[in-house]
């Protein structure tokens, strides 16, 4: 019996392969612009730094991660998010030693969750993102939401709807939690199960709650805006303020709480409807986190940063139609030996081709000229290049311009120079300064 992938988890093919690479390098280019460098942690960390980190009231720690003892009886979990983990990976590498702070580092790779797969939704996904690490200025916050929103324009998607909200320090997060308390409180029995224990542990996340029944409870809930302590009001006036200043535009969501327990003051979501209005929901989202660092051992710093799914930044450009012309693999030229005993003189024109930057694919197949050059046709190439028994003896080979049909046999020194004028300098600007294909040259 033939053995599937994993629920959940998902297969990236082709095209689809090569968009992602595309997305991922677009959003590093832009990282490094702001001056972010790479960081690659490993997926397996100890299953605490999650339950530390992330928090044992989230629905991540709660229920979906991937954990399981090793052979030497050690809790493992395949990470469910990058934050921690980078947290920790600061601090045992000593990397605020420096007190250049922020600190600011970016990452790409694939999270782990335990979830109900559904559209949009996996079990294994990739997630791009940053930290910026040991800076509480709230200008620091805006600069990274307008990277951010900076990497969404530069994958050409424009209609992005930024959602704010401030969760406060800890005293706005104290007196709210009790607020939220007492008007929970009578209601609670009538909620979801989830909805009980986010009571218990952290009743902020009764307002992320997705059941339509317990949604309209939440939405007589008091407001966070006003239980914020006047600092922490100030703080997020200049957030807002900043990003009008720079033409982001967003809306200030009140009911915005995000998954992860170890958020505070500024928090964001960034949502995406297609052209043709699917909604996708969240595409990327983040917030600034005042302990972490210390949570995990390091100093008691805070620190801002964001994440992108990958999967839905890649299902949104392909659904307004943004997919990028070089995501589709082009071959230049196809190698065409005759007899498998030139296959040998093939290969070598194949790589010497492919030293100067072609793409080049060369048929294996011991069969007639017609049959290779339907399959040229099929990959698109513009190039064919043809061997046999001849033209080795003669020191020659045979180049077709598979466009205009166009036949020639050169001499094997000339190779190089004729593939550069079919296929490089028929594109390339001449210095005419006009694209004539070369013909202008002097
Ligand atoms: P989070 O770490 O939960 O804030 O998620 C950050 C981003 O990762 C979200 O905005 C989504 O784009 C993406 N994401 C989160 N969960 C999933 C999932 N199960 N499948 C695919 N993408 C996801």
């Not at 979801?192 to 009571?199: A, L, N, T």
């Not at 048929?363 to 046999?388: H, P, Q, S, W, Y």
Request: some cysteine.
């Amino acid at each position: 019996m033939a053995i599937n992938n994993v629920k959940g988890t998902h297969d990236v093919i082709g095209v689809e392969a090569n968009l992602y690479s595309e997305i991922e390098n677009l959003l590093k280019q832009v990282a490094e612009l702001y001056m972010y460098s790479e960081v690659r942690p490993p997926v397996l960390e100890y299953s605490e730094l999650f339950v530390r980190g992330v928090g044992e009231s989230s629905d991540v720690v709660r229920k979906e991660m991937y954990t399981f003892l090793d052979k030497g009886e050690r809790s493992l979990t395949l990470r469910p998010e990058f934050t921690a983990g980078i947290m920790r990976l600061i601090v045992q590498n000593k990397l605020l030693a420096t007190n250049d702070w922020p600190l600011k580092l970016y990452y790409c790779g694939p999270v782990f969750r335990y979830e109900r797969p559904q559209l949009g939704r996996y079990r294994q996904f990739n997630q791009f993102g940053v930290e910026a690490v040991g800076h509480n200025s709230p200008i620091n916050d805006v600069e990274v939401i307008t990277m951010a929103y900076t990497m969404l324009v530069s994958l050409g998607l424009e209609n992005v709807k930024i959602k704010i909200n401030t969760l406060g320090d800890e005293e706005s997060r104290l007196n709210y939690r009790q607020a939220l308390k007492d008007y929970f409180k009578d209601k609670i029995d009538d909620m979801c199960e989830d909805c009980h224990s986010r009571y218990k542990l952290n009743p902020l996340r009764i307002l992320d709650c997705k059941v339509p029944h317990d949604q309209e409870i939440v939405t007589g809930a008091p407001k966070m805006s006003e239980y914020l302590s006047e600092a922490s009001k100030a703080r997020f006036q200049v957030v807002c303020n900043a990003l009008k200043e720079y033409d982001i535009p967003f809306e200030v969501d009140d009911n915005l709480v995000r998954g992860l327990d170890y958020y505070s003051e500024t928090v964001f979501e960034f949502h995406y409807i297609s052209q043709k209005g699917n909604d996708y929901g969240a595409i990327g989202a983040g917030g600034h986190y005042s302990h972490l660092v210390k949570e995990v051992g390091g100093p008691d710093v805070p620190g801002i940063g964001f994440s992108f799914g990958i999967e839905r930044l890649a299902s949104v450009i392909t659904d307004d139609g943004l997919v990028p012309d070089n995501v589709a693999q082009k071959c230049d030229i196809y190698v065409m030996p005759l007899g498998e005993q030139n296959q040998i003189h093939a290969l070598a024109l194949a790589n010497e081709a492919r030293l100067l930057g072609y793409n080049v694919e060369m048929n294996f197949d011991n069969t007639k000229l017609g049959n290779m050059f339907k399959k040229a046709e099929k990959k698109g190439a513009r190039v064919g290049v043809i061997i046999g028994d001849n033209e080795v003896a003669n020191g020659t080979i045979i180049l077709k311009n598979l466009l205009t049909k166009e036949q020639e046999e050169i001499c094997l020194n000339e190779y190089i120079e004729r593939l550069d004028q079919l296929l490089g300098e028929n594109e390339r600007e001449c210095c005419c300064g006009e694209e004539c294909g070369g013909q202008k040259k002097e």
